[in-house]
């Protein structure tokens, strides 16, 4: 009986050290391959545009019925105030939300914590934003803008480079992975819907003035936000650390422990 008793108090023990209260870590080959892949991204989107015989808008206007049916329908002219609404949501978004989770790290965990959501941050945004450089040269689809106006062009070096939307992308990303860490960081917390509605709402919203702005097609912003969203799920879901319970049952025998993941 005291054999038991000892068995008993050891494995009670061992659950409570076997709980980890840090929702994410940090794993070296992890994080290296991460690394690792966003470099070589970056190098072959750099080469590639030297390499490319990308030329600049010649004043081209093209025509509207190549475009296919759904697309048609959410094409608009150049319009410089969304551009610019664009551009700063772009990066608000993501740096919002790091803030955010940063502000309640530094209040409530280690610094080691806050390094943490640091690194996966990084590595989240410079996925979000190296995945669409490289699909938009090798697609090389003509922007909406292109459609309407031999005057009108905002970037003649960049008016191939539609599909798809890196605004729209970093975006989702920086909602996404804002919402997922928070929930994971402040299970308890009552802002975790406000949190989410608005990083969404915003996101959404720069998906809109993308296509508004006549940058993007509709299918440019919708696939950006679904590669925006697994990007912003997929790194800090690598981090994640599982949080294992362990079950004690007395049997006729002995005891039996079992860890639940």
């Known amino acids: 009986m005291k054999g038991k008793k000892i068995v008993l108090a050891f494995a009670f023990v061992f659950s409570i050290c076997a709980v980890s209260a840090q929702p994410f870590k940090l794993d070296v080959t992890?994080?290296?391959?991460?690394?690792?892949?966003?470099?070589?991204?970056?190098?072959?989107?750099?080469?590639?545009?030297?390499?490319?015989?990308?030329?600049?808008w010649d004043g081209t206007v093209y025509n509207k019925d190549d475009v296919n049916a759904f697309d048609r329908n959410f094409m608009y002219a150049y319009n410089k105030p969304l551009?610019?609404?664009?551009?700063?949501?772009?990066?608000?978004?993501?740096?919002?939300?790091?803030?955010?989770?940063?502000?309640?790290?530094?209040?409530?965990?280690?610094?080691?914590?806050?390094?943490?959501?640091?690194?996966?941050?990084?590595?989240?945004?410079?996925?979000?934003?190296?995945?669409?450089?490289?699909?938009?040269?090798?697609?090389?689809?003509?922007?909406?803008?292109?459609?309407?106006?031999?005057?009108?062009?905002?970037?003649?070096d960049d008016w191939d480079r539609s599909f798809f939307s890196g605004h729209t992308s970093m975006a989702f990303a920086g909602a996404t992975f804002g919402s997922y860490t928070f929930c994971k960081w402040f299970p308890d917390s009552k802002l975790k819907?406000?949190?989410i509605a608005i990083s969404y709402s915003l996101a959404t919203f720069t998906g809109i003035s993308r296509v508004y702005a006549g940058c993007h097609f509709a299918t440019d912003v919708l696939t950006g936000a679904v590669v925006g969203t697994a990007i912003g799920f997929l790194v800090p879901w690598l981090h994640s650390v599982s949080t294992k319970e362990t079950q004690i049952a007395l049997l006729p025998n002995g005891v039996m422990v079992k860890k639940v993941l």
């Not at 992890?30 to 600049?56: C, M, P, W």
């Not at 664009?86 to 790290?105: E, F, H, Q, S, W």
């Not at 989240?124 to 995945?131: D, I, Q």
């Open 30 to 56: 992890k994080d290296a391959i991460i690394g690792g892949g966003l470099l070589t991204g970056e190098i072959f989107h750099n080469v590639y545009e030297r390499i490319s015989s990308q030329k600049g």
């Open 83 to 156: 551009n610019a609404v664009g551009n700063v949501l772009m990066v608000a978004i993501p740096a919002g939300a790091l803030a955010v989770n940063a502000l309640g790290i530094y209040k409530n965990y280690e610094l080691t914590d806050l390094l943490t959501e640091t690194v996966m941050a990084a590595e989240t945004f410079l996925m979000a934003h190296t995945v669409p450089h490289i699909v938009k040269p090798l697609v090389s689809r003509v922007r909406p803008y292109n459609y309407f106006s031999a005057f009108d062009n905002p970037n003649k």
């Open 193 to 195: 819907i406000p949190v």
